[in-house]
């Protein structure tokens, strides 16, 4: 089977998925210990040809894809030998750099060893770092998707190189007119938004609640925690960069998308809920400025946007720096539920949802509540997209009804709710949308 690597003139090669298919099987009862070694050579010997090399990498990143890790630790030098040989800037051909960035990615699970050595980290990240630089898209994108995936494996190690090359290269993604490298550049700042948030969940654990996470990396000191397992805080600094790019991706959606299609603008919006959610208050002064100066713009694309960073911001910042902001924009979202673009009702029904269910008190208002179930119950006649966020809202909203009733007694049922005078209007009304 070895022998057919390289022999082949399409591509994926079928070889290389048959070789993996048996180690898989051999390797972890100790069987072909010759394997490695002898696909480490393929790759390495210098009279190799470029489809021997493919697809040797092909099968390395297939066996290191759906074997447990363990059985490869002793291996774990040799492969990735075989891997960065492959993705080293000075390789010729681009189906080359991209098998062996594919096999990288799958091998960074049991490369820990590696990564804790800093010569070693050094030469790994540089050689991904360059890798994210090639002309070829499907390279770049795979490079990209290392970062991301090592920022997650790796978090505690990446200081070094933050300032010099992650944050400029993800960055640089970040703007691109190519869906794949964008994505993967927003990706990678939410996996950063992920892990902080990780750590300082574990800084409150060992510690009583704090306020802020600014405070987690002190905290972990005061506990003899090491302080690379803490925070650095790399969203909360980026803040001021990340967030324009991120609500100018928001202007780029497609009036047709489908529900089921992910791109750069739901990415972003995915995005700018974490950075929320990690960052807390920090995020408010970067992002209110877009929504106020695009929510009446004549651009639906820009309305929408403006919305839609609105709704993601209503999570982890203070109730109380928010609930001002929320009544001062409820005329307008109730306006918005009536614009003439289907994709900005859809955004506005499920902020309304987001209000309803995250600060209630906001849309719970004597001087709003009657607008606002009158446009969401006419929201309830309206396209399939809007009503399904209109019949969120009225589940937040009648939660919220009930538990700001002022019972006479707490024993009691109370006798009546904001939402009664509406009861049955309501009712009628989801039960035509059932039809």
Same mark, same amino acid.
């Given at each position: 089977?070895?022998?057919?690597?390289?022999?082949?003139?399409?591509?994926?090669?079928?070889?290389?998925?048959?070789?993996?298919?048996?180690?898989?099987?051999?390797?972890?009862?100790?069987?072909?210990?010759?394997?490695?070694?002898?696909?480490?050579?393929?790759?390495?010997?210098?009279?190799?040809?470029?489809?021997?090399?493919?697809?040797?990498?092909?099968?390395?990143?297939?066996?290191?894809?759906?074997?447990?890790? $363990?059985?490869?630790?002793?291996?774990?030098?040799?492969?990735?030998?075989?891997?960065?040989?492959?993705?080293?800037?000075?390789? =010729?051909?681009?189906?080359?750099?991209?098998?062996?960035?594919?096999?990288?990615?799958?091998?960074?699970?049991?490369?820990?060893?590696?990564?804790?050595?800093?010569?070693?980290? @050094?030469?790994?990240?540089?050689?991904?770092?360059?890798?994210?630089?090639?002309?070829?898209?499907?390279?770049?994108?795979?490079?990209?998707?290392?970062?991301?995936?090592?920022?997650?494996?790796?978090?505690?190690?990446?200081?070094?190189?933050?300032?010099?090359?992650?944050? !400029?290269?993800?960055?640089?993604?970040?703007?691109?007119?190519?869906? $794949?490298?964008?994505?993967?550049?927003?990706?990678?700042?939410?996996?950063?938004?992920?892990? $902080?948030?990780?750590?300082?969940? *574990?800084?409150?654990?060992?510690?009583?609640?704090?306020? @802020?996470?600014?405070?987690?990396?002190?905290?972990?000191?005061?506990?003899?925690?090491?302080?690379?397992?803490?925070?650095?805080?790399?969203?909360?600094?980026?803040?001021?960069?990340?967030?324009?790019?991120?609500?100018?991706?928001?202007?780029?959606?497609?009036?047709?998308?489908?529900?089921?299609?992910?791109?750069?603008?739901?990415?972003?919006?995915?995005?700018?809920?974490?950075?929320?959610?990690?960052?807390?208050?920090?995020?408010?002064?970067?992002?209110?400025?877009?929504?106020?100066?695009?929510?009446?713009?004549?651009?639906?694309?820009?309305?929408?946007?403006?919305?839609?960073?609105?709704?993601?911001?209503?999570?982890?910042?203070?109730?109380?720096?928010?609930?001002?902001?929320?009544?001062?924009?409820?005329?307008?979202?109730?306006?918005?539920?009536?614009? =003439?673009?289907?994709?900005?009702?859809?955004?506005? !029904?499920?902020?309304?949802?987001?209000?309803?269910?995250?600060?209630?008190?906001?849309?719970?208002?004597?001087?709003?509540?009657?607008?606002?179930?009158?446009?969401?119950? *006419?929201?309830?006649?309206?396209?399939?997209?809007?009503?399904?966020?209109?019949?969120?809202?009225?589940?937040?909203?009648?939660?919220?009804?009930?538990?700001?009733?002022?019972?006479?007694?707490?024993?009691?049922?109370?006798?009546?709710?904001?939402?009664?005078?509406?009861?049955?209007?309501?009712?009628?009304?989801?039960?035509?949308?059932?039809?």
């Amino acid at each position: 089977v070895l022998q057919t690597l390289g022999t082949e003139t399409y591509r994926p090669s079928s070889a290389s998925q048959c070789v993996a298919g048996i180690a898989c099987a051999e390797i972890p009862v100790n069987q072909w210990p010759e394997l490695i070694p002898q696909l480490v050579a393929n790759v390495t010997d210098p009279s190799s040809t470029e489809h021997m090399k493919e697809s040797t990498l092909e099968a390395i990143g297939y066996i290191c894809q759906d074997i447990d890790p $363990e059985h490869l630790q002793d291996n774990a030098n040799q492969i990735l030998t075989a891997i960065i040989q492959g993705m080293r800037k000075e390789e =010729p051909s681009n189906n080359v750099k991209l098998a062996a960035t594919n096999a990288l990615l799958n091998s960074l699970e049991f490369t820990k060893a590696n990564f804790d050595k800093e010569t070693e980290r @050094h030469f790994i990240m540089q050689v991904v770092c360059e890798a994210t630089q090639c002309p070829d898209t499907r390279v770049r994108v795979a490079a990209l998707q290392n970062l991301v995936k090592i920022m997650s494996l790796y978090y505690q190690y990446m200081e070094t190189y933050m300032g010099p090359a992650l944050f !400029a290269i993800t960055i640089e993604a970040m703007k691109s007119d190519i869906d $794949e490298v964008a994505l993967q550049g927003i990706e990678f700042w939410s996996n950063v938004c992920d892990e $902080e948030m990780d750590l300082a969940i *574990e800084a409150t654990e060992v510690m009583p609640p704090l306020r @802020h996470l600014r405070s987690a990396g002190r905290q972990a000191s005061e506990q003899g925690r090491p302080p690379e397992h803490t925070s650095k805080f790399y969203a909360k600094g980026a803040l001021q960069y990340l967030v324009p790019i991120l609500t100018q991706t928001l202007t780029k959606q497609d009036e047709n998308d489908d529900d089921d299609d992910w791109n750069p603008c739901k990415a972003a919006g995915v995005c700018l809920m974490l950075l929320a959610t990690c960052c807390e208050d920090d995020v408010v002064p970067h992002v209110l400025p877009f929504i106020k100066e695009h929510i009446k713009h004549p651009d639906w694309r820009y309305r929408d946007a403006s919305v839609m960073a609105f709704g993601s911001i209503l999570e982890g910042p203070e109730l109380n720096q928010l609930k001002p902001l929320v009544i001062q924009a409820m005329p307008t979202l109730i306006e918005l539920m009536k614009d =003439p673009s289907v994709v900005v009702r859809d955004t506005t !029904a499920w902020t309304l949802g987001r209000i309803c269910d995250l600060l209630p008190e906001a849309a719970i208002n004597e001087v709003y509540l009657a607008p606002l179930l009158q446009c969401l119950i *006419e929201g309830l006649g309206a396209e399939p997209r809007v009503a399904s966020n209109v019949c969120w809202a009225f589940s937040s909203l009648a939660e919220a009804a009930y538990e700001a009733t002022d019972a006479a007694d707490d024993q009691e049922e109370p006798s009546t709710y904001c939402l009664s005078s509406s009861f049955e209007l309501i009712v009628q009304k989801l039960l035509e949308t059932t039809d």
